[in-house]
């Protein structure tokens, strides 16, 4: 595409609908003080997690009507509705032209060699939730956008397990005895569901905001509810996982002396 002589490269670009709000969190947005949000979707957010630019549909209208491609910069959505309320309610400062930043964006990938598993408690006849939920395949595939893997192998070989944000730990119970009753190197005595210290969830991020993928002497393998991953992207940072940890899925085949200390949710 030709701008004033010169060829400009067309990046990838999600555009949406902007929801204008005032930068202050107070009274009515005007042109001195308002951003552009949008409401969060899959879209949205894969476009987020691979570093695409996120535009108000208006630019498409105003580049057919000036007969040239405009400067994405003016049109570009600083966060979706639900960050931006989440950062309002926090306190938090609202600065520069989108939550991630100038563009180009730096990307990220937080979760780089970090496996997950995803454990789906739904049942043909269950009642869906009100709210709508991402699939676990939407899920996986912003897991991979991010860096991470997603597995159908052994639980043990995962760093982290996803649940829905509907789930309720007595469904999660039930999932994972259907899914280790006919495993044989898993007892029912090998394996149980334990509540997780601050101290441990906030080892599980590296300082550097990366995902701590380093593997247990014992298999603690924390069960994150699914809204993790999602704020985490629209936020363009790992999330501390005090609010998302359901409990720990422990393998533990020597449970030794010390089993009567732990916290134990399920056994």
Known sequence: VSRGGNLCPLPTILITHAIEKPRFGKGTPTRYNAIATCHRTYSYMKAVALGARCVDAQWLKDCQTSGSLLCCDSYSIYSDLESYNALIAS????EGVTIRGPFPFNKISPLNGTVFGFIDTLTKDAKLPSFKSLTSVQISS???CWGGNVSNDSFTLMH??????????HQIVQKLKTCLQDN???SKESWSIESCTDEELDALINNDGTMNNSYSDDYRVPIIRAKWVENSICMNSLQSLKDYCIGVLCFEFDMGSNVDERQTLLC
């Not at 306190?91 to 609202?94: M, Q, R």
């Not at 982290?160 to 730990?169: E, G, Y």
């Open 91 to 94: 306190g938090s400062k609202i």
């Open 142 to 144: 912003l897991v991979k």
């Open 160 to 169: 982290a397990l996803i649940a829905r944000d509907c789930a309720t730990l």
């Open 184 to 186: 044989r190197d898993v």
